[in-house]
């Protein structure tokens, strides 16, 4: 069974930074496109960023040039660096994993995600 775990989340002051950590277990990592979406209250839940399964990356245009997206296959891990922070970044952040593998970052998108964390809450302060 496939499990995804996040960390990371926390409040912090517009301008700041924090990242965001997801470990995967349950199949072989190396081969998904992994990726992050958010839902802020009241809202739908959006795409934020990808990664693909052989490092390629793809943003949304509000987090280009302030979030980066990683991975680290030893450790089965997918990173979220995000800087300068903004109060309209505060949302519930998700990890998730692509159903097939072999995908690029782009093919990331709600009705492709096989596999949901739980959730980790991000709060900017202004």
């Known amino acids: 069974q496939v499990q995804l775990v996040e960390s990371g989340g926390g409040l912090v002051q517009a301008g700041g930074s924090l990242r965001l950590s997801c470990a995967a277990s349950g199949r072989t990592f190396s081969t998904y496109a992994m990726g992050w979406f958010r839902q802020a209250l009241g809202k739908e839940r959006e795409f934020v960023a990808a990664?693909?399964?052989?490092?390629?990356?793809y943003y949304v245009d509000s987090a280009k040039g302030r979030f980066t997206i990683s991975r680290d296959n030893a450790k089965n891990t997918v990173y979220l660096q995000m800087n300068s922070l903004k109060p309209e970044d505060t949302a519930v952040y998700y990890c998730?994993?692509?159903?097939?593998?072999?995908?690029?970052?782009?093919?990331?998108?709600?009705?492709?995600?096989?596999?949901w964390g739980q959730g980790t809450q991000v709060t900017v302060s202004s």
């Open positions: 998730a994993s692509h159903k097939v593998p072999y995908t690029t970052a782009q093919a990331m998108s709600i009705t492709t995600v096989g596999y």
């Open positions: 990664i693909s399964w052989s490092g390629y990356t």
